[in-house]
């Protein structure tokens, strides 16, 4: 049976020789894996409409319980080429592709993810780059807050009180007096600046556009980055991939 | 009789690179139907090639010496270095015979999304070769989709302070096939890369 829908391509996995399985988050299916044959030849039917954040058309062939279906046919709606090109963007994309990946149980319908993912590759595209390390930190804390894991740092998680301490294992700040509970005694935590609360409180409030409108200095963006990084690493249980890519790039540059 | 011996060889056998269980037992099943002497013989050319075959010492080619056949040529140009991905990209160029400069390969390409960073690549060897001197241009040869341009990008980076000459392998249309059926991606960009007439 084929059916009809459009996806936005996250990631794509060599398979055998010339093959690629692509993993598309799709309005009406949610999160799929998808086969497409042949699609790494030179003169593949498909051209680039597999390519990582490429928004197309898409036919798919077999049945929709399976888990993985063929690809037909692709027609791109919208390359976002220009976020591929461009390096930075294209590693904080997918960051928030993996972070999508990790969090979203597959064939789960979610129009407004879909959505809500379409409208941060079409802002990213057309941001200019001196905006782009706030946007993507912005972009992250909107992604998490969709998927209902944004974590808690405005106020205290149990009283609602001031608190700057993070607990990585609760998700969220807690104040002295909440600590007090032998659950949470002992356990890591870290110190967050005011300025961070505030831009992060803001991020969590407002869409996109608003909070890009913003300027926090890079010393807030990169404390934000950390502390979102452990919260994901304690969720998933694992640090992702695209992060310990950006932190080793980091010592790669240094390093010349 | 146990068919462990069976099974070892099917769970040896999905490791390499596309094959799944299913492929797997058909080649397991396969070999015990070959004659001896030629299941053997694949068996001996692994085992010779762990042996003998190895990474150049310069730029990462497959060889059975220290250095490979390419950089041993002294009648390549060394002023340029051709950067591919794997060793089988290498072969291709070779064939097409055009290219006389030598290579690097990086033994990947890189990948966020994967994990696959500048570290795990022949990259900083890359960067110590151009230091080194004695080299005009750097071709960028890695495959024209994300993971190859991301690589390639990364690169041009590395290389830009350095001072020597990076060129990319132009984008373009596949030879024998019609402009209707070109995506809008590798349309415009075999557009900007037109050559004059
Ligand atoms: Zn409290
Ligand atoms: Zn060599």
Known sequence: ?256 | MSSGVVDDLITELTRLPGIGRKSAQRLAFFLMGMPDAEALSIAQAIIRLKDKARFCRNCFNITEDEVCSICDDTRRDTAQICVVEEPSNLIVIENTKVYKGLYHVLLGALSPIDGITPERLKINELIERVKKGGVEEVIIATNPNTKGETTAQYILQLLKPLGVKVSRIAYGLPIGGDIEFADEVTLSKSLQGRNQM
């Open chain 1, 1 to 256: 049976m084929i059916t009809k829908t459009e996806g936005i391509v996250l990631k794509t996995l060599k398979y055998g020789e010339a093959d690629l399985i692509v993993t598309y988050l799709t309005p009406d299916r949610g999160l799929i894996r998808a086969f497409a044959k042949s699609s790494r030849k030179t003169k593949s039917r498909f051209g680039s409409s597999l390519e990582p954040l490429t928004h197309a058309r898409i036919a798919l062939w077999g049945k929709e319980q399976t888990s993985l279906s063929k690809i037909t046919q692709a027609d791109i709606l919208n390359s976002f080429h220009p976020i591929r090109e461009n390096y930075n963007d294209f590693v904080y994309v997918s960051k928030l592709a993996e972070t999508l990946i990790s969090f979203t149980p597959e064939a789960i319908p979610n129009i407004r993810l879909f959505a809500f993912f379409l409208n941060i590759l079409n802002i990213i595209k057309d941001t200019d780059l001196q905006g782009s390390t706030s946007l993507h930190i912005i972009s992250q804390i909107r992604l998490l807050k969709h998927l209902g894991f944004a974590p808690r740092l405005s106020s205290c998680g149990r009283c609602g009180g001031m608190s700057h301490d993070f607990y990585p294992d609760a998700g969220t700040t807690l104040c002295p007096s909440c600590v007090k509970d032998p659950r949470h005694q002992s356990k890591p935590f870290v110190k967050i600046s005011n300025q961070a609360i505030h831009f992060y409180s803001h991020c969590i409030e407002w869409p996109i556009d608003k909070s890009n409108r913003l300027k926090p200095n890079q010393g807030t963006l990169a404390e934000l980055s950390g502390i979102l990084d452990r919260h994901v690493s304690f969720m998933l249980s694992k640090k992702l991939m695209t992060s310990k890519f950006i932190e080793n790039r980091g010592t790669a540059s240094k390093r010349q």
